[in-house]
Each structure stands twice: as structure tokens, then as C-alpha cells.
């Protein structure tokens, strides 16, 4: 990979030694590197009233997404991952409200998690949920493995043949976060379950009554960002969400703050030649952790999941300076 790898400091206010290069500095930084170094009109996304959260729409996300990644395959080095990935958000849009949802926790118990800063989906939430074993089930049965890996395959029988107890423990560790590494082929189709059910039932929160719970913490389902993303919606244009691994909300995210450690100090982010420049990633210096951070603002179509796969050329190069990914890809687990 000839990586052309280039640093481009936050639209913060830089020293004044910056803005005055000697002329020993090369090369010159790129005419969209200069306008980054402006005032930002991208700040004022923050200092408005922008909503909170937006949810998901989970009779567009998964279709949208395996669009972008039928998009984004051709011609790529990781083609035949991005092909499987769009045969799995296939899947998960065409059991996407074919199973009943369990009706929402009562009010009383909203409120309790609320008052305790948790948010309203729960493991509680997924253990009394009967149907989500039905749309995994229905998910293993609608995804096209024709050109999967054989690794898929296997996975697929295997859960087939677990008992449905089994199954269940699979889909906590991961909602949890602590996917067992020996199950990992598993956990991708566990996952995708898992995004649709939560999808549906994050869909059906009242937004006025969430709120934040940490930084870098889902306030819907309590999971982890894939990806920050600023966006193009009105009236948020230009302010920053952080997407949901699992339940695919967005909620917003102070800009030029680090996703895992809240620091405010030594975030940069950097793009690659070989990615699209509106792809890059936020490191922060303070804990060493890097998220992906999509302009979809200048490019509607970038999604987060698919986004995160297809600029896999970043984390390879970012791992090189020694930083460690923040954001969890639970269709591409690295
Ligand atoms: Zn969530
Ligand atoms: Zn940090």
C-alpha cells in the first residue's frame, strides 16, 4: 500500500507559529487541508439547539446499508468481505419486522433506569424478549452465503444446532460487549440479530425522555459507538453523533473531544489518499484510542458500519502510530 498519510490539526484555534510556515516547511498543505484551518462553521452545530438523539429507521437502515456496501465492493481489497457484510444487512432487512416485538417496558421501570442514569434497553430488555431467538432463526435462514467464507457456513450450522438457551448467552456476551473470541464467526450473525431487534425497540423510545449517560455510551441500548459522524440533517447540519454498534441511534457528541476518555486536549485526525477524503479518523493523545469520523455532510451515503470496513486502510495505518481502536464494528470484528 503506498499510504500518502497526512495529519490535519482540529479547526481549534492553532498556535500562532502555525499560521506562519517558514519556508523550510513542504510540501504546502492541501487547498481542503487550508480550509479546515479557518473558523469553523462546523462548530455551530454544537452551540445550537440540536436534537439529542435521532433514532433509527430500521425500514431504511439495513437496505441503505447494504446498498453502500454493494457501492463501496467492487474493485476493493477487501471485496469479498464487503459482499458478505451486504448479503448480511440484506438479511437483516428482509426480517426487519417480520417478528413481533415484546411490548415496551412499563413506565415505572423507564423511570427508575432514567432517574439512575441507565438507559431504557437493557440485557433485562433481550432475556424477555421471546422473539429474538425467532429472528435470528429467520436471519440465518434469509442471508445469502453462496459467496461466503466457509467460516460462515460452519458458523451458520453451528448455531443452528445450539440449543436456543445457548443462543440467548451468545446474544448477551454480546450485548455486553465481551464477544468470545473463539465464536467470533458466530457472533457476526448473533450481531446482526441483535441490531435488528434492538433497532425496532430503540425506534419506539420516546426521544424527550433520554438522556446522556456517559461519554461514548449509547443512550438508548448503553452500547458503543461504530463511528462519529457529522451530519447534514436539518436542523443539526454540520453537528456531531456518535452512531450505535448495536441499536443504530445517533446521539450527539461534542465536537473535538475524545469518544472513550472525554479529553478535549491532543485530538487530530488524519485521512489516507487511498480513503475517501471524507473518511478519517479522530485520535486523541490523552489515551491513545482512535474512532472513525465520517463526513456525511459532504457525502449523505457514507454509513457507518459499511463506512468502518471499507476504510480499513486507516486502522491499518493508525495501529503503525500505536493508537488502539474506540469504535466497535460488530460486523467486522478486528
Ligand atoms: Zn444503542
Ligand atoms: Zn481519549
Not at 454544537?46 to 454493494?70: E, K, Q
Not at 440533517?233 to 446521539?251: E, F, Q, V
Amino acid at each position: 500500500m503506498v499510504a500518502n498519510f497526512f495529519r490535519r490539526k482540529p479547526a481549534a484555534p492553532a498556535p500562532a507559529a502555525d499560521k506562519t510556515p517558514t519556508p523550510a516547511e513542504a510540501p504546502k498543505p492541501r487547498r481542503r487541508d487550508f480550509n479546515e484551518l479557518k473558523p469553523d462553521p462546523d462548530k455551530i452545530g454544537i452551540s445550537g439547539s440540536v436534537p439529542f438523539v435521532r433514532l433509527p429507521d430500521p425500514t431504511t437502515l439495513f437496505a441503505d446499508r447494504a446498498a453502500r456496501l454493494d457501492e463501496a465492493a467492487p474493485g476493493h481489497p477487501l471485496e469479498a468481505y464487503l459482499r458478505f457484510v451486504a448479503e448480511v444487512a440484506r438479511a437483516q432487512a428482509a426480517i426487519q419486522a417480520q417478528v413481533a416485538l415484546p411490548p415496551p417496558p412499563d413506565g415505572a421501570d423507564l423511570a427508575l433506569r432514567s432517574e439512575h442514569g441507565m438507559p431504557p434497553l437493557s440485557r433485562h430488555s433481550l432475556e424477555a424478549d421471546p422473539g429474538f431467538d425467532e429472528s435470528l432463526l429467520a436471519l440465518l435462514d434469509a442471508v445469502n452465503l453462496t459467496t461466503a467464507p466457509e467460516a460462515s457456513a460452519a458458523a451458520r450450522a453451528s448455531l443452528r444446532a445450539a440449543s436456543r438457551e445457548d443462543r440467548l448467552d451468545l446474544a448477551l456476551q454480546v450485548f455486553e460487549g465481551a464477544l468470545p473470541v473463539d465464536r467470533i464467526a458466530e457472533c457476526v450473525f448473533v450481531s446482526a440479530a441483535l441490531q435488528v431487534r434492538l433497532a425496532e425497540q430503540a425506534a419506539r423510545l420516546d426521544t424527550k425522555a433520554l438522556k446522556p449517560v456517559a461519554d461514548g455510551v449509547c443512550p438508548c441500548c448503553g452500547g458503543a459507538p461504530v463511528a462519529s459522524v457529522v451530519v447534514g440533517w436539518t436542523p443539526a447540519d454540520k453537528a456531531r453523533y456518535l452512531s450505535c454498534s448495536l441499536c443504530g441511534t445517533y446521539w450527539n457528541h461534542v465536537r473535538i473531544r475524545c469518544t472513550a476518555c472525554g479529553s478535549g486536549e491532543g485530538i487530530s485526525y488524519y485521512g489516507l489518499d487511498e480513503v475517501s477524503k471524507d473518511v478519517q479518523v479522530e485520535t486523541c493523545t490523552t489515551c491513545h484510542s482512535y474512532i472513525k469520523h465520517l463526513h456525511q455532510h459532504r457525502a449523505p451515503n457514507l454509513d457507518p458500519v459499511a463506512d468502518d470496513i471499507a476504510s480499513y486502510g486507516l486502522d491499518l495505518k493508525i495501529a503503525e502510530e500505536g493508537f488502539r481502536r474506540a469504535g466497535l464494528n460488530l460486523l467486522f470484528v478486528i
